[in-house]
């Protein structure tokens, strides 16, 4: 990709190299959202934590291979967000910046409303590649984790353990897997890369290992540990690699 070009002409001389920007479009995940606890009765609140966030993890790896860059970094997550959600803010949060790459994962929301409502997401998907494409920013979109499979004991509260079913039932259903397939597809009808990190959690599940318990919250959001995964994999993308 050429942000890997930029990255390097940009460590080979700093003087006169532009600066190099990338953006991270998404929801809670992106954001850097965490653990969850109930802030008042029925009000849902989540541990932020942007310094675990993977987005922080890529401009720790580019520190190691780029140490003269000064790589900006935009994140344009917010919690509970969805595609429509973003297309709609596209401008005020990523698009004034002119990132060179904009990452955007988007799904875990979205597939709460549902099979019928998969179009609403792909079409906002395909308005918010529009968009970057004509600001002239490249594009990864990155597949999310995956949700709980089961009901964890670590979840004792009924308001929580009824949002943990909820979610299991769109993980194991094949909801959230319904909604990713659709958007690889509006991917390749665009021409956008594809950074496939919830095909690297299913192998997991596929190897025996309980994907629940690397859910901080044991419901959606990674542990800050899986969030290396996201990183790394969003790197391999950049430079060519299987994402």
Known sequence: MNIMKLLAEKAKDNWNA??????????????????????????????????????????????VLFPSVPVNIINAGISGGSAPHGLERIE????????????????????????????????????????????????????????????????????FQEIAEDSMKKQTGGVLECYLENAKRVCEECGVTVCDCYEKWKTLYRNGVDITELLANRINHPTREMNWLFAVSLVETMMGEQG
Do not use: W
């Open 18 to 63: 532009g600066p190099v920007t990338i953006a991270f479009l998404g929801d809670s995940v992106t954001q850097g959202c965490f653990e969850v606890y109930e802030k008042s009765k029925g009000e849902i609140e989540t541990i932020f934590d942007k310094n675990h966030a993977y987005h922080n993890y890529v401009a720790k790896i580019f520190s």
């Open 92 to 159: 005020r949060d990523v698009l004034r910046y002119h990132p060179d790459l904009t990452v955007v994962c988007f799904g875990l929301n979205d597939c709460n409303e549902g099979i019928d409502c998969v179009d609403k997401y792909v079409n906002a998907l395909r308005g918010i590649f529009g968009k970057l494409k004509e600001a002239g920013s490249e594009i990864i979109f990155m597949t999310p984790n995956m949700m709980n499979t089961g009901i964890s004991c670590h979840i004792t509260d009924r308001l």
